[in-house]
């Protein structure tokens, strides 16, 4: 069993949540990279620049219950804990990110982004759950967004107003309610569950238009995984600032 914090980010073979695994090693954290492409992650291994070694590849399509007890014997086997859990996987699937599409949105639409942005992480985390509470202070993010924001998506003065693909945001949304519940639910343990939103970051998701870099997008999600004792849980966070539910 390794000294140092254990933690898995899921999604971690680009984008935020590869920076997201380099950001936490150079805390000294030991990082299990998961992903589908177990190709891409041996040449991010081969290539890793962190000052901790890759404490292990996994490959993780979250939306494969078989994919998802490996992974839970794999770490329960390979090191009887996990300190942090970064929920980064995610995908929108309605093309464009200007419009409203409540009155057209498919059925299929809306059950594949939410297998992926809700179903999937949830059981994930409730997997991996009792490894995290062998941690002495485990951390689980749930990577978000503004557009799940109710109160944002309400707020036609929002600056976000015209940016409403529905299944996406609800999606983002019905995440959020699943770290109020969780965090709830764990108040009697050292366990902190919170919602970050990483920004719009240039990404494959967030397109080159977006304004912030990966690295500083990946900045919220390793503040929250390394949140000390006194680090509040059940919040919704972006670069330090709470932001409303």
């Known amino acids: 069993m390794l000294n140092s914090k254990i933690a898995l980010v899921t999604g971690a073979n680009r984008g935020i949540g590869l920076e997201t695994a380099k950001q936490l090693s150079d805390h000294g954290v030991s990082v299990i990279l998961s992903g589908r492409d177990m190709a891409k992650l041996e040449s991010i291994k081969a290539d890793w620049q962190g000052k901790t070694p890759v404490a292990g590849l996994i490959q993780l399509d979250i939306t494969r219950e078989e994919d998802i007890q490996a992974t839970a014997k794999h770490i329960e086997a390979s090191f009887g804990r996990l300190d942090i859990l ?73 600056g976000w107003e015209a940016v409403k693909p529905f299944a996406y945001n609800a999606s983002k949304a019905a995440l959020n309610m699943f770290t109020i519940a969780l965090s709830q639910s764990l108040l009697d343990t050292p366990v902190k569950v919170n919602s970050a939103h990483p920004g719009w970051v240039k990404t494959d998701l967030g397109t080159d238009a977006a304004p912030m870099h990966v690295e500083d997008g990946a900045k919220t999600l390793v503040e929250l995984a390394l949140l000390d004792e006194n680090g509040a849980t059940g919040a919704f966070y972006h670069l330090g600032e709470t932001l409303p539910w």
């Open 86 to 158: 970064v929920n980064n996987a995610g995908v929108i699937v309605e093309g464009e990110w200007v419009q409203n599409n409540a009155q057209t949105i498919s059925q299929s639409e809306l059950a594949d982004t939410f297998n992926i942005n809700l179903f999937s992480q949830i059981a994930l985390t409730q997997a991996l759950l009792p490894l995290i509470k062998k941690s002495q202070a485990g951390r689980i993010v749930n990577v978000s967004s503004i557009l799940g924001s109710v109160s944002v998506n309400a707020d036609l003065s929002s």
